[in-house]
Protein backbone atom coordinates (compact mmCIF):
# COMPACT_ATOMS: atom_id res chain seq x y z
CA UNK A 1 0.00 0.00 0.00
CA UNK A 2 2.86 2.55 1.20
CA UNK A 3 4.57 1.98 -2.17
CA UNK A 4 1.58 2.22 -4.40
CA UNK A 5 0.60 5.50 -2.48
CA UNK A 6 4.07 6.99 -3.40
CA UNK A 7 3.79 6.45 -7.01
CA UNK A 8 0.75 7.54 -7.13
CA UNK A 9 1.86 11.10 -5.46
CA UNK A 10 4.82 11.03 -7.38
CA UNK A 11 2.83 10.78 -10.57
CA UNK A 12 0.74 13.59 -9.38
CA UNK A 13 3.70 16.15 -8.36
CA UNK A 14 4.88 15.50 -12.10
CA UNK A 15 1.67 15.73 -13.73
CA UNK A 16 1.25 19.20 -12.45
CA UNK A 17 3.89 21.00 -13.23
CA UNK A 18 3.58 20.08 -17.29
CA UNK A 19 -0.24 20.55 -17.21
CA UNK A 20 0.45 24.20 -15.55
CA UNK A 21 3.22 25.45 -17.92
CA UNK A 22 0.97 24.33 -21.38
CA UNK A 23 -1.63 27.17 -19.64
CA UNK A 24 0.94 29.30 -18.63
CA UNK A 25 1.88 30.33 -21.70
CA UNK A 26 0.83 30.76 -24.80
CA UNK A 27 1.80 28.97 -28.08
CA UNK A 28 2.21 31.53 -30.68
CA UNK A 29 2.99 34.90 -29.65
CA UNK A 30 1.97 37.45 -32.93
CA UNK A 31 3.93 40.34 -33.95
CA UNK A 32 3.16 43.05 -35.67
CA UNK A 33 2.61 43.22 -39.62
CA UNK A 34 5.40 43.47 -41.47
CA UNK A 35 7.76 42.16 -39.23
CA UNK A 36 10.50 39.92 -40.25
CA UNK A 37 11.71 38.24 -37.29
CA UNK A 38 15.01 36.82 -36.87
CA UNK A 39 16.96 36.03 -33.43
CA UNK A 40 15.79 35.97 -30.60
CA UNK A 41 17.03 36.77 -26.73
CA UNK A 42 15.76 36.11 -23.28
CA UNK A 43 16.07 38.86 -20.62
CA UNK A 44 15.26 39.23 -16.82
CA UNK A 45 12.23 36.73 -16.30
CA UNK A 46 10.11 36.38 -19.24
CA UNK A 47 10.93 38.72 -21.27
CA UNK A 48 11.83 38.84 -25.02
CA UNK A 49 13.68 40.24 -28.17
CA UNK A 50 13.21 39.43 -31.36
CA UNK A 51 15.03 41.87 -34.24
CA UNK A 52 13.29 42.62 -37.61
CA UNK A 53 15.63 42.14 -40.28
CA UNK A 54 15.69 44.95 -42.78
CA UNK A 55 14.63 48.03 -40.54
CA UNK A 56 16.69 47.29 -37.24
CA UNK A 57 13.56 47.28 -35.13
CA UNK A 58 13.72 45.02 -32.09
CA UNK A 59 10.61 44.20 -30.19
CA UNK A 60 10.46 43.20 -26.75
CA UNK A 61 7.71 41.22 -25.12
CA UNK A 62 6.44 38.57 -22.18
CA UNK A 63 6.72 35.57 -22.81
CA UNK A 64 4.12 34.60 -20.10
CA UNK A 65 1.40 36.81 -21.89
CA UNK A 66 1.98 36.86 -24.86
CA UNK A 67 2.34 40.93 -25.25
CA UNK A 68 4.66 43.33 -25.81
CA UNK A 69 5.60 45.96 -28.89
CA UNK A 70 8.30 47.64 -30.82
CA UNK A 71 11.03 48.90 -28.28
CA UNK A 72 13.99 49.73 -30.30
CA UNK A 73 12.15 51.73 -33.27
CA UNK A 74 13.35 50.61 -37.41
CA UNK A 75 15.73 53.34 -38.90
CA UNK A 76 17.43 53.46 -42.57
CA UNK A 77 21.15 51.86 -42.39
CA UNK A 78 19.75 49.66 -39.83
CA UNK A 79 19.20 45.61 -39.65
CA UNK A 80 18.46 43.18 -36.50
CA UNK A 81 19.80 39.79 -37.22
CA UNK A 82 21.12 37.60 -34.32
CA UNK A 83 20.12 38.96 -30.85
CA UNK A 84 21.75 38.37 -27.55
CA UNK A 85 20.79 39.65 -23.63
CA UNK A 86 23.48 40.53 -21.17
CA UNK A 87 23.66 42.39 -18.04
CA UNK A 88 21.18 45.00 -18.64
CA UNK A 89 22.51 45.43 -22.63
CA UNK A 90 21.26 43.91 -25.65
CA UNK A 91 23.45 43.10 -28.42
CA UNK A 92 22.21 43.37 -32.12
CA UNK A 93 23.80 41.79 -34.93
CA UNK A 94 23.34 44.46 -38.41
CA UNK A 95 23.20 41.59 -41.13
CA UNK A 96 24.58 43.73 -44.51
CA UNK A 97 25.17 46.45 -42.77
CA UNK A 98 28.70 45.32 -41.04
CA UNK A 99 27.48 46.41 -38.07
CA UNK A 100 26.87 45.11 -33.93
CA UNK A 101 24.46 47.46 -32.27
CA UNK A 102 24.14 47.51 -28.50
CA UNK A 103 21.42 49.39 -26.68
CA UNK A 104 20.27 49.53 -23.15
CA UNK A 105 17.33 46.80 -22.65
CA UNK A 106 15.76 49.24 -20.37
CA UNK A 107 14.70 51.82 -22.52
CA UNK A 108 16.15 51.39 -25.92
CA UNK A 109 18.29 53.76 -26.09
CA UNK A 110 21.91 53.05 -28.22
CA UNK A 111 24.60 52.62 -26.15
CA UNK A 112 26.66 51.68 -28.91
CA UNK A 113 26.95 51.43 -32.52
CA UNK A 114 30.29 49.37 -33.48
CA UNK A 115 31.88 49.00 -37.09
CA UNK A 116 32.67 45.28 -37.64
CA UNK A 117 33.62 44.79 -41.46
CA UNK A 118 35.81 46.90 -43.15
CA UNK A 119 37.69 47.05 -46.21
CA UNK A 120 34.46 47.16 -48.74
CA UNK A 121 32.94 43.83 -49.89
CA UNK A 122 30.04 41.70 -48.83
CA UNK A 123 29.25 41.35 -45.44
CA UNK A 124 26.41 39.83 -43.24
CA UNK A 125 27.01 40.20 -39.63
CA UNK A 126 24.93 37.27 -38.35
CA UNK A 127 24.42 36.50 -35.25
CA UNK A 128 26.03 37.28 -31.72
CA UNK A 129 27.26 35.84 -28.30
CA UNK A 130 28.43 37.24 -25.55
CA UNK A 131 30.70 35.90 -23.19
CA UNK A 132 32.03 36.53 -19.80
CA UNK A 133 34.41 40.27 -21.32
CA UNK A 134 33.41 40.00 -25.05
CA UNK A 135 30.60 39.59 -27.35
CA UNK A 136 31.96 37.97 -30.12
CA UNK A 137 29.86 38.60 -34.08
CA UNK A 138 29.74 36.32 -36.83
CA UNK A 139 30.00 37.29 -40.59
CA UNK A 140 27.99 34.91 -43.01
CA UNK A 141 29.98 36.42 -45.85
CA UNK A 142 33.49 36.71 -44.44
CA UNK A 143 35.50 33.98 -42.41
CA UNK A 144 35.98 35.78 -39.22
CA UNK A 145 34.61 36.36 -36.09
CA UNK A 146 34.62 39.97 -34.54
Do not use: C, H
Not at 65 to 70: H, L, Q, S, V, Y
Not at 123 to 141: E, G, H, L, Y
Amino acid sequence: MRRTLLLAVTVAVVAVPAAFAKAAFPETIALPNGWQPEGIAIGRGTTFYVGSIPTGAVYRGDLRTGKGAPFVQGATGRAAVGVDFDRGLLFVAGGPTGKGFVYDARNGALVRELQLATGGGATFVNDVVVAKRAAWFTDSNRAVLY
